[in-house]
T-cell receptor, first 109, second 114 residues
Framework: KQEVTQIPAALSVPEGENLVLNCSFT??????LQWFRQDPGKGLTSLLL?????REQTSGRLNASLDKSSGRSTLYIAASQPGDSATYLC????????FGAGTRLTVKP | EAGVTQFPSHSVIEKGQTVTLRCDPI?????LYWYRRVMGKEIKFLLH????????ESGMPNNRFLAERTGGTYSTLKVQPAELEDSGVYFC????????????FGSGTRLTVV
């Protein structure tokens, strides 16, 4: 059974800092890994999708990496802004999608 | 294209009542998934439809939950009778094909059972 772990559970940084969120999964036989953002009271917004054959994906200030063999992914956020404050969720698909518990990020002005 | 739509966005019901949640997937997406997040826990898979057929319902918590997808279009998730521990956010997602395609999620239905 696939298990997804995200570290840290919560993170608070001053505006402008670069930061890394971590995700690990137990079964490396995945189709893809997806990073989502969830704002309070809102749905899930897909940020980046990495296929199993890829090593990384970039979108603006976000960069996600995937090391399938070690069961790890990182989400790098450059030059963080207060508007980045949200819960970031990692999800892996081995057919059905399994989520981590998320990292709650607060970026202080 | 229109995204995944869920209705209602919020629902407050009393214990023992019935609630039906609805999800309209992206048009043409055969795969439809239900997930839920209860307070303080991670988002958990409930079930997966391929068109109108239940592909995997291993995540359904008990027989008080009934999901349907008549005609392979929209889906409903009925909770009857609702219990306090059913409170949480219920998400629906759809994808074009299973596996190598990302999921698009709806905004969720926040269910509160009092």
């Amino acid at each position: 059974k696939q298990e997804v772990t995200q570290i840290p559970a919560a993170l608070s940084v001053p505006e402008g800092e670069n930061l890394v969120l971590n995700c690990s999964f137990t079964d490396s036989a995945i189709y893809n890994l997806q990073w989502f953002r969830q704002d309070p009271g809102k749905g899930l917004t897909s940020l980046l999708l990495i296929q199993s054959s890829q090593r990384e994906q970039t979108s603006g200030r976000l960069n996600a990496s995937l090391d399938k063999s070690s069961g790890r992914s990182t989400l790098y956020i450059a030059a963080s802004q207060p508007g980045d404050s949200a819960t970031y969720l990692c999800a892996v698909s081995s057919g059905d999608m399994r989520f981590g518990a998320g990292t709650r990020l607060t970026v202080k002005p | 294209e229109a995204g995944v739509t869920q209705f209602p966005s919020h629902s407050v019901i009393e214990k023992g009542q019935t609630v039906t949640l609805r999800c309209d997937p992206i048009s043409g997406h055969d795969n439809l998934y239900w997930y839920r997040r209860v307070m303080g826990k991670e988002i958990k898979f409930l079930l997966h439809f391929v068109k109108e057929s239940k592909q995997d319902e291993s995540g359904m918590p008990n027989n008080r939950f009934l999901a349907e997808r008549t005609g392979g279009t929209y889906s409903t998730l009925k909770v009857q009778p609702a219990e306090l521990e059913d409170s949480g956010v219920y998400f629906c997602a759809s994808s074009l094909l299973r596996g190598n395609y990302g999921y698009t999620f709806g905004s969720g239905t926040r269910l509160t059972v009092v």
